[in-house]
Each structure stands twice: as structure tokens, then as C-alpha cells.
């Protein structure tokens, strides 16, 4: 699997953006995909995670009710809504693939290229 994230870019403090994350391959439905994320000087974080099926989306508490995970199995693609953004969002976004049920980065199988998102304040 090929992942390839969109959709970054410079936005003020409330802002918001929409990330993207297009998958090569015939077996993308089956994979649990995640969204994280690293930030200048920190470790990656993880930020949201989403079943093969779109249910029971998971996230970490430092987006809760602000940030909403999604997929689309046919058009192959995981998608980060991103609303009320804060200027401590600032990162790297990775999107990532894992054949099991993980919110533990460290478990998934394949990963973006990362997609740079700034909230200025």
C-alpha cells in the first residue's frame, strides 16, 4: 500500500483544513487507517484512527470534538476534518495504514509522506 497525504497549509488560529490521504492498492478497504502527527522538537503523536468499516473513530483527547477522521473505501481515501484548529496543531500530518486495529504508531504497516500544517495565532 501507497499513501500519499494532502491538504496542509497555512491557517489562522479557528481555522480550518481538510486533510487527505489517497491509498494505492486493491486491499485498502481491509485496513485500519490513522492519521498522526509530529510536531518541531516532539515525538509523533497520534491523532485519529478509523476502522476498516468507518466505525467507532477513535481520537486523541488533544482533538477531541474538534477533529473528525472519515474514509471513503471507494475512492480509496482517509480524510482528517479539521475544525477549530489551535496554533499547538502545528505538524507534520502522516497518514498511515495497519492491518489490525491500532492506535499505537509504532504498529502500522505503511505511512505518507506527511502533509505540513501551520495554525498561526
Known amino acids: 500500500v501507497q499513501l500519499q497525504a494532502s491538504g496542509g497549509g497555512l491557517v489562522q488560529a479557528g481555522g480550518s483544513l481538510r486533510l487527505s490521504c489517497v491509498a494505492s492498492g486493491r486491499t485498502f478497504s481491509s485496513y485500519t487507517m490513522g492519521w498522526f502527527r509530529q510536531a518541531p522538537g516532539k515525538e509523533r503523536e497520534f491523532v485519529a484512527a478509523?476502522?476498516?468499516?468507518?466505525?467507532?473513530?477513535a481520537y486523541a483527547d488533544s482533538v477531541k470534538g474538534r477533529f473528525t477522521i472519515s474514509r471513503d473505501n471507494a475512492k480509496n481515501t482517509v480524510y482528517l476534518q479539521m475544525n477549530s484548529l489551535k496554533p499547538e496543531d502545528t505538524a507534520v500530518y502522516y497518514c498511515?495504514?495497519?492491518?489490525?486495529?491500532?492506535?499505537?504508531?509504532?504498529?502500522?504497516?505503511?505511512w505518507g509522506q506527511g502533509t505540513l500544517v501551520t495554525v498561526s495565532s
Open positions: 478509523v476502522r476498516w468499516s468507518g466505525s467507532s473513530p
Open positions: 498511515a495504514a495497519n492491518n489490525k486495529y491500532s492506535l499505537v504508531g509504532g504498529t502500522y504497516d505503511y
